[in-house]
């Protein structure tokens, strides 16, 4: 992730296994937030049925110190069974899923079309009067691909936000 160079904070990527229970989004959620620790990105998921266990991907910002304080305040909460922070621990893959619609007439549909083949983007609607492209893209790819779209008539986005996970045999 990127630095923010006004502050000296960061962004980094958390990945946190949990039990799937009732109520942990909850908790950390309102663990961050009460602490006023900032969420950039969150996502959740049911990784295990078996084991009924959950992944939450969270980016959040802060100095050095702050994030440290993120790892081991949630490393403490209960259904928590493991917690690593990405962007320091290893290698890791983040992605980005967001739809992204743009509107206007042919000429416009034929550049949109352009830069959608240059990210990979599929068009997964196209009506006379807009196109919904697909990309799935690390986060400033896809900051990149919205500002291209912008005055080309970009009219909405729906992100999913960060999915991540470290890269070889180890989980989490």
Do not use: W
Not at 72 to 85: F, Y
């Amino acid at each position: 992730m990127t630095d923010n160079l006004n502050s000296g904070e960061q962004n980094h990527t958390f990945s946190v296994l949990v039990e799937n229970e009732a109520g942990v989004l909850a908790r950390v959620i309102g663990l961050l937030s009460g602490r006023g620790y900032n969420i950039e990105s969150l996502t959740v998921a049911e990784v295990d049925k078996d084991e009924h266990f959950s992944k939450i991907t969270l980016v959040s910002s802060g100095t050095e110190m702050v994030l440290e304080q993120i790892r081991t305040q949630l490393e403490r909460l209960v259904p928590v069974r493991a917690v690593a922070n990405l962007t320091i621990d290893g290698p890791s893959v983040e992605r980005e899923l967001a739809l992204i619609k743009v509107a206007g007439g042919d000429k416009m549909r034929a550049q949109c079309l352009e830069v959608a083949d240059t990210f990979q983007a599929n068009v997964i609607d196209s009506t006379p009067e807009s196109c919904v492209f697909e990309v799935v893209e690390s986060t400033e790819k896809m900051d990149a691909f919205i500002n291209l779209m912008k005055p080309l008539g970009l009219v909405d986005v729906s992100r999913s936000g960060v999915v991540a996970i470290s890269r070889g045999s180890e989980p989490i």
